[in-house]
């Protein structure tokens, strides 16, 4: 009988009584089909703890190592279990749409998973679903491995061709957290690809600028994100004045390096050593033209960069955190991050903090509809390529805090969604309001990168 290596990966700034709760109920799935399980039974809660669990299965002995993606984590484990040599199947879940905080975000998780996956050229099965929905030809499937992801590349672009864009300056501040694949990048091919020119900056230089920030300068940010926020007197003071702080040290450095965009290391350590969201002050920097950024991903800038200058307005980088099959939609979800200008009319942008580290200042609303465009510069594969999709945003309620929107994409998301983990896509998507795809195939010949349509 098939021994498989179990790892339930979950981090604790995330609604743990609920995963505990999917993880009762995969597990009872798992063995109702007689699956012969050994490694942990409860949630593994950060790299060490996975590491030595890893470590113990492969010691133990199994035939395929299957990883339950409770809630978002890093890829560092996935990248573990890739090196084993092991068969390797995912099985991630989504969340209601509550209109709450996202209390797993799995799907995210699942994403970088096979972007790190594509890049190690590693074979895998994975499923998502719920365990109480999930059918039992497509668990049995993830248990033999017969549902592998796949690989999907792009393909030379075809017709007219726009002048090459004009080289990019990007500030990366800080660097990409570990298990980030998705941020990485090297700075020679990216020179190649489209002379843009990256400026590495110690996070710490963000702080101090943003400690010598005039009091005057804060007031006049707190006027601002008053003028466009109900609730701001309900945050904490102390926090909000930090966190707009940054905004003015953004303004700054941009003005003394003459950047286009900025790549941030947001997390942790905008919460842990500084103590303030860098999220609402990037929702300004976007607003007034200036792109970041979060998790110090350059090409995630990029990307923001190459759309905003075919939309010629304001662009939000995204993940992609729920995916729909029955109701053919998905959800996209960033903090609270998004430019006010894609705020839904019909709704009230809000001052929040943020979902898990509890700080403010984050811009909550829900995201108008109207036509979008999503891209990517992709590194998947290992191979660059823009990866490229229409969809429309609908009106619907906030899905989740923060600020997200529910998008129908145009084709079905059953359909779509095996393309989009065959990809290996970043978790990261620029997204602009319009139909772009035109002159971003124009842009893609420009730079002689492959397309990878999704739509």
Known sequence: MTRIGLLPLARPTFDMPYAEEKLAAMLARLDARGATLVGSRVPILDADAAAAALAEIVETGCDRLLILQLTFTDAGTVAAAAATGLPLSIWAVPEPRSGGRL?????????????????????????????????????????????????????????????????????RIGAHPDGFDTCAYDPARLRALTGTEVDEIPL?????????????ETAGL??????????LDDVDAGQLDRSLRLKAALSRLREEGGYDAFAIRCWPECFTEYGGAVCGPVAMMAEDGTPCACE???????????????????????????????????????CGQAPLSMRDPDAPARAAIHSNRRMPLLYQFPLRPGRVTLMRVSQSHNEPKMILAGAEMLARPLAFSGTSGVLRFDRPVASLLPDLIAAGAEHHMALAYSDHQPALRRRAAALGLPLLELT
């Open 103 to 171: 209390r797993l975000n799995a799907f995210c998780g699942l994403n970088l998973a096979s972007h790190a996956l594509s890049l190690r050229g590693t074979a895998f099965a994975w499923a998502y679903g719920d365990p109480d929905g999930l059918p039992d030809d497509a668990l049995d499937a993830l248990l033999d491995g017969t549902r592998l992801a796949g690989r999907l590349d792009g393909v030379p672009p075809a017709g007219p061709s726009d002048a090459p864009p004009r080289p990019f300056r990007i500030a």
């Open 204 to 216: 710490e230089t963000l702080f101090d600028t943003a400690g010598r920030v005039s009091g005057a």
């Open 222 to 231: 707190r006027d601002r994100a008053g003028r466009e926020l109900a609730g």
């Open 296 to 334: 110090a991903d350059v090409y995630g800038a990029l990307s923001q960069l190459v759309l905003g200058e075919a939309a010629q307005a304001p662009v939000f980088l995204t993940d992609l955190v729920d995916m729909d099959a029955e109701d053919d939609s998905a959800v996209i979800w960033h």
